[in-house]
């Protein structure tokens, strides 16, 4: 099986959610340097036992569950 990547909902061309459950910064060119995509790290919420990471942006970072980014 392959897997696919899609936009995320309000992150779209900034992070991508695939198939796996993994979520990544998408590549793109920012002022004069070329910013390198990459799968993010995830963290498991210890009470409930759910991935969560933080995502950033306009300079602000929110904190999401990684199962309702996918859904």
């Known amino acids: 099986m392959e897997e696919i990547w899609k936009d995320i909902p309000d992150y779209e061309g900034i992070y991508q959610a695939s198939t796996f459950g993994n979520i ?3 590549s793109k060119l920012a002022g004069n340097r070329y910013v390198k995509g990459k799968v993010l790290k ?3 919420f210890r009470k409930i036992g759910y991935s969560q990471l933080h995502l950033c942006i306009h300079g602000k970072i929110k904190l999401h569950k990684v199962h309702r980014l996918i859904a």
Request: proline share 0%.
């Open 24 to 26: 990544r910064r998408v």
């Open 42 to 44: 995830q963290t498991i």
